[in-house]
């Protein structure tokens, strides 16, 4: 089944229009299928509805309907009906079938030749890291030297409190509250002070009271 959506994606690439004359892709009937580190060599004969399938030397029937970007292959294989999900993830190809779920790579022989000459890339040894179960920035651990278990406060250890606070986390909530006080205070202030505004002949004392106009000393009377 992979091997017969790999050739349906890469026929309909191949028709795209713009190509040079005479430099048009050509698909092959030949085709490596990679499952973990097996590799199946197998034939695909495309025909009206589905292909003939030709591997160790055998023929096999693959009867569908299926179009690309349908999630559910439905199809007959050797006349047995066979009812699968399929999905494509970049070059892979995720096939869900009673609970199995295998993950293949479908590429030329050129390819598979080329691909098995890169060096196996190790994955690093992340066993001494902790790793964050969900994405994004870990900025807090409830994990405090002298907690049991459960979470209790060990035997001994006094640096937090009987809930569990630590006196770092109590000093910084005391600075907290105090700075957002003293702005408050600020606001009160600067709410209270006279402004003096001249407008036109005479001075107007803008308060939060009504605003008293003074004669201009500068102008007679």
């Known amino acids: 089944m992979a091997a017969y959506a790999r050739w ?8 795209i229009t713009g190509q040079l004359r005479g430099h048009g892709r050509k698909v092959g009937s ?29 023929r096999h029937t693959l009867r569908t309907g299926w179009q690309i970007g349908q999630i559910l292959f439905e199809a007959q294989f050797d006349e047995e009906p066979v009812c699968l999900q399929f999905e494509r993830i970049g070059l892979r190809y995720r096939i869900i079938h009673d609970g199995v779920q295998l993950e293949t790579t479908v590429l030329s022989p ?23 179960p969900m994405p994004g920035l870990l900025v807090e651990i409830a994990v405090k030297p002298g907690l049991g278990s459960e979470g209790r406060r060990a ?8 809930n569990g606070e630590h006196p770092a986390r109590r000093a910084r909530c005391r600075r907290a509250g105090a700075a957002r006080q ?35 000393p500068g102008r007679p009377g």
């Open 155 to 162: 035997a001994g250890d006094d640096r937090s409190d009987e």
């Open 110 to 132: 050129r390819a598979a030749e080329l691909l098995a000459l890169m060096p196996h890339k190790v994955p690093p040894d992340l066993s001494k890291f902790l790793l964050s």
């Open 30 to 58: 030949e085709w490596v299928v990679q499952v973990g580190a097996q590799s199946i060599r197998l034939q695909v004969e495309p025909n009206g509805g589905g292909c003939e399938i030709v591997h160790l030397g055998e």
């Open 8 to 15: 349906c994606y890469v026929d309909r690439a191949g028709k």
């Open 182 to 216: 003293r702005r408050r205070e600020r606001r009160g202030r600067s709410a209270d002070l006279e402004v003096p505004v001249r407008l036109g002949g005479a001075r107007t004392i803008a308060g939060p009271g009504r605003p008293t106009q003074m004669p201009d």
